[in-house]
């Protein structure tokens, strides 16, 4: 069974410009979530879907900051203009419940220049 | 707000030995995960703890959870070198009010030498 895949791995792109990532989670689970690891912080939680529904965004820094699920399969999050402090591995992970064990994906490198 | 705090966040140790790795945080919790990673990869599930006095083997790890001392442990016991790799605990509130995500510890990178 696949697991929790990203594309792409890695993205390099200039200030200003518009990156977006997508995200498909392990088939058959509901709950899918983005983090973000910026250089040398902790991993931060970005938002969670519960299907096609935002259940909680509170870790979204900003709304230049965009996650959409339509029709709760995979997951794309927009990044709209780039800045510098963007630049991180945003993971996504899944899951079938909320408590359950949530599984991750390999993560995308965004490097804004 | 939840504070997640590993230590050390850095440890060296010759194969063979045994060592631990501690995660406290700071507000009540309903449920901790420790995490492997190793470089440029995904974060591989380990442990998922849940109620308090888990305990939880695989292999040459074990893991436990005292939500009185909101502190976990991830035990190391006769370590190789496969080892090696950065762990992270992760702690989900159970506070309400959109506390969906988990908050996670700096990680701790540990190198096991032969």
């Known amino acids: 069974e696949a697991g929790v895949t990203q594309f792409p791995s890695h993205s390099v792109i200039e200030k200003g410009q518009t990156v977006t990532l997508r995200c498909d989670p392990i088939?058959?689970?509901?709950?899918l979530y983005w983090y973000r690891r910026v250089m040398g912080k902790e991993i931060k939680f970005l938002l969670h879907f519960v299907k096609e529904s935002k259940q909680d965004e509170s870790g979204m820094p900003n709304n230049r900051f965009l996650a959409e699920r339509t029709g709760g399969t995979y997951s794309t999050l927009k990044v709209q203009p780039a800045e510098l402090e963007d630049s991180g591995v945003y993971f996504c992970?899944?899951?079938?419940?909320?408590?359950?064990?949530?599984?991750f994906g390999e993560g995308s490198r965004l490097t804004v220049l | 707000e939840l504070k997640v705090e590993q230590n050390p966040l850095f440890l060296s140790m010759q194969e063979g030995k045994n060592y631990t790795i501690y995660c406290n945080y700071s507000t009540t919790s309903d449920r901790l995960y420790w995490y492997r990673q190793d470089p440029g990869k995904s974060l591989e599930s380990l442990f998922v703890l849940l109620s308090n006095g888990a305990v939880k083997q695989e292999g040459r790890l074990m893991a436990s959870l005292d939500t009185k001392a909101r502190l976990s442990t991830l035990h190391i016991t006769a370590a190789v070198h496969d080892l090696s790799a950065t762990y992270f605990c992760?702690?989900?509130?159970?506070?309400?009010?959109?506390?969906?995500?988990?908050?996670f510890g700096k990680g701790t990178h540990l190198i096991i030498q032969p």
């Open positions: 992760a702690v989900g509130s159970n506070s309400g009010g959109g506390a969906d995500g988990l908050t």
């Open positions: 992970a899944s899951s079938q419940m909320r408590t359950g064990e949530l599984f």
């Open positions: 088939s058959g689970h509901d709950n």
